[in-house]
């Protein structure tokens, strides 16, 4: 473990932007995975030549995980050949690990915040602001989630390595997407009604807006059918007052 200092996991890090690089049919990210790992490979095997490009053969071969995620799974098995697990053990873990990885990852990432991001950025113009500001807004909200949990999977795989399937279990991921599926909720009904009530001119419709928002976000997490029924008394006052304003 002492062999992964600093260095290394920061280069492990930043290869972990072109896992997809060399994607391909046959292997998938496989020999991306091996690109991510050589950093480490290096530290634990740069002794012995033979060794290292056993490895390095090893970790090219089938693997997939989400591209985000795949941190968590290069940090782990760093850990296991720096700890000299044998290369079965290694191969076995890494089999069982990648399903896991890529379905959180599918889940929170492209199903639930990337949506959410997108709908950030199109209220935002919507509500009138230059397309760069609605760009900027998707990109921001994207990245907020998108580094960090990079940077996280490899602390968490370097940490616990072999045991770490108990530690993703543990992490709030569930909750996180959640709770960002409860934002795009209300995000999308707040783009529904300024695509067609448009973004409002006078200071009463933005605090309209606000007050529905603030109303869907309190009554929906509480009683659902309630909170269906104020949405839409509220979709109608607006669709009213835009018609006779």
């Not at 959180?104 to 950030?120: F, K, N, Q, T, Y």
Request: proline fraction near 4%.
């Amino acid at each position: 473990m002492s062999a992964l200092g600093p260095g290394v996991r920061r280069r492990l890090l930043l290869r972990s932007f072109a896992v997809q690089g060399s994607w391909n049919y046959q292997t998938l990210i496989g020999t991306g995975f091996a690109f991510l790992l050589l950093p480490a490979l290096r530290a634990v095997h740069g002794h012995d030549p033979v060794k290292l490009r056993a490895a390095l053969a090893r970790h090219a071969e089938l693997f997939n995980s989400h591209p985000y995620l795949v941190t968590v799974a290069a940090g782990a098995v760093a850990r296991l050949e720096a700890d000299g697990a044998p290369p079965e053990l290694v191969l076995r873990f890494k089999n069982a690990l990648r399903g896991s990885l890529g379905s959180l990852g599918d889940r929170l990432v492209w199903l639930v915040w990337r949506p959410a991001s997108a709908l950030l950025g199109l209220c935002v113009y919507l509500a009138g602001a230059p397309w760069w500001a609605g760009a900027a807004a998707f990109l921001l909200a994207y990245n907020a989630l998108h580094l960090p949990l990079r940077a996280w999977g490899l602390r968490l795989g370097l940490r616990d390595g072999i045991n770490v399937g108990r530690a993703l279990r543990e992490a709030p991921l569930q909750r996180l997407g959640d709770r960002a599926a409860d934002a795009g909720a209300v995000l999308s009904g707040l783009g529904a009604v300024l695509a067609f009530g448009g973004a409002g001119a006078r200071g009463t419709e933005y605090l309209i807006g606000v007050a529905a928002a603030a109303a869907g976000i309190a009554l929906g997490l509480r009683v659902r059918p309630v909170a269906f029924a104020a949405l839409l008394a509220v979709l109608a006052a607006s669709l009213l007052f835009v018609r006779t304003s």
